[in-house]
């Protein structure tokens, strides 16, 4: 374990590629999104994911780092809701024929901080405009202490089959330091009603290297995880960048040393796995029968923005602030400012900010560590390899051989049992832009 440590480098989650921060917005217009828009409907058969980011809640986790807002004024729900079905309205026009819904996924913020009835709302509007795919998936994410009995059964009659709950951690001590308050109990009666309404797939969000955290204490929380059974499990590294949360400045002191992280990355792995849990992709545990382990042995695991799904998806619109939509040969962007992005829709605007559309070799590089991130292995023609070798990292792909952790030649990559561990650090191997830059203190470290 102890040679690994030297990876545990600031380096991207790659929910995407390029990463944001290597974009390049002055190359990119609206037209020009919009043409991969169409594109990416015709080659998805008119499929399309759905990402509705809901960004309000109603006290700071200090821990977060996505974009929300932060408010106890719930007037603020049906103004919001009423924008997002106009972005949404921009979009259908744009599109050629009447969308396939494929998936939808609800992400904040908090977005059982609306009202049941303000949801049903929103998702009868979207989804009265466009049909259901056959194989539809829905899903949201709850907090424990604020979803209620009728958040579920509005949500499940809607077509809504899966939830995801933000855990953390189980601790008192933990929960006061990120200022996110719920109990196993609370947690206990939302999982069994959620089943009890006909959920099939109950999620935990849990992350290791939050303040706080000692080997007893995340080990406690292990367990009382596996006591309740979600099926499926995403164990997250706390990613800490305080220049972006400065919130995250508050509880420095408390935060456990990169030895202890590394233990508690390795205690979730062994009590998940003996629990029954088997890993899929990067962070992720699943039980056994689950579809994601089945698109996983058929090479159909996929990976975006919304974290793994069973399915590859071309086209996903991301509606609301600071939202990115993906047409896979091009990203977009919403604008981050609510009154902005009012601003934008009240005169029948897209409220995009900033994208980027992808080179020939950006494509190439998405691809494979896409590819390496769902299956640890990738495969390349010779003639590709040999068009765009020249931006590959030799120095740490030869290091990463050296050691053990990855084959490699010019027929394709593999990342090795022991290299898993590092997988981020393996892709930036493959990231021709970050190789060209200085940026990458943006990111969090690999562990």
């Not at 996983?296 to 990976?303: D, S, V």
């Amino acid at each position: 374990m102890q040679d690994l440590k030297k990876y545990n480098q600031p380096v991207p989650r790659y929910t995407s590629y390029p990463t944001v921060p290597f974009w390049e917005p002055e190359s990119f217009s609206i037209q020009s999104y919009e043409k991969t828009l169409q594109s990416a409907f015709w080659e998805s058969s008119k499929e399309v994911s759905i990402y509705i980011h809901l960004p309000f809640c109603e006290s700071l986790c200090t821990y977060c780092a996505c974009n929300t807002r932060i408010t106890k004024n719930h007037q603020v729900e049906e103004p919001y809701i009423d924008h997002l079905l106009m972005e949404w309205e921009l979009y259908l026009e744009r599109l050629p024929e009447k969308p396939l819904i494929r998936e939808i996924h609800l992400g904040g913020g908090t977005p059982t901080f609306f009202a049941p009835k303000n949801l049903n709302r929103l998702l009868s509007g979207i989804i009265e405009k466009a049909t259901l795919s056959k194989e539809f998936q829905m899903s949201f994410e709850g907090h424990p202490a604020n979803t209620t009995a009728k958040h579920l059964e509005t949500l499940h009659q809607l077509g809504f089959d899966r939830v995801s709950f933000g855990i953390q951690d189980f601790d008192l001590n933990v929960q006061k330091l990120i200022n996110r308050m719920q109990s196993f109990e609370q947690v206990k009666a939302i999982t069994e009603k959620a089943r009890e309404i006909g959920y099939s797939s109950v999620n935990y969000d849990v992350v290791y290297g939050l303040p706080g955290q000692t080997i007893e204490s995340v080990r406690n929380t292990l367990n009382q995880i596996i006591e309740l059974k979600p099926e499926r499990i995403a164990y997250y590294s706390y990613a800490h960048v305080p220049a972006m949360r400065p919130a995250q400045k508050s509880y420095e002191q408390y935060l456990p040393d990169e030895d202890k992280k590394w233990r508690f990355m390795q205690l979730g792995k062994e009590a998940f796995t003996q629990a029954g849990y088997e890993e899929v992709g990067m962070d992720h545990y699943v039980l056994h029968g689950d579809e994601l382990l089945e698109a996983r042995k058929n090479g159909e695991l996929h990976r975006n923005f919304m974290g793994y799904t069973p399915f590859t998806s071309k086209l996903l619109i991301g509606l609301g602030v600071s939202s990115i939509s993906d047409s896979w040969s091009g990203f977009a962007q919403n604008e981050k400012s609510i009154p902005k992005y009012y601003e934008y829709l009240d005169q029948n605007q897209q409220p995009i900010i900033k994208g980027h559309i992808h080179t020939k070799q950006d494509l190439f590089f998405r691809k494979h560590i896409l590819n390496l991130m769902c299956d640890f292995e990738t495969t390349w023609h010779e003639s590709e390899f040999l068009e765009h070798c020249v931006a590959l990292n030799y120095k740490l792909l030869d290091q990463l051989q050296e050691e053990g952790l990855i084959m490699y030649d010019e027929t394709g990559m593999k990342v090795l049992p022991q290299g898993r561990e590092v997988i981020r650090v393996i892709c930036t191997a493959l990231d021709a832009r970050m190789s060209r830059s200085n940026r990458a203190q943006q990111f969090s470290k690999a562990v």
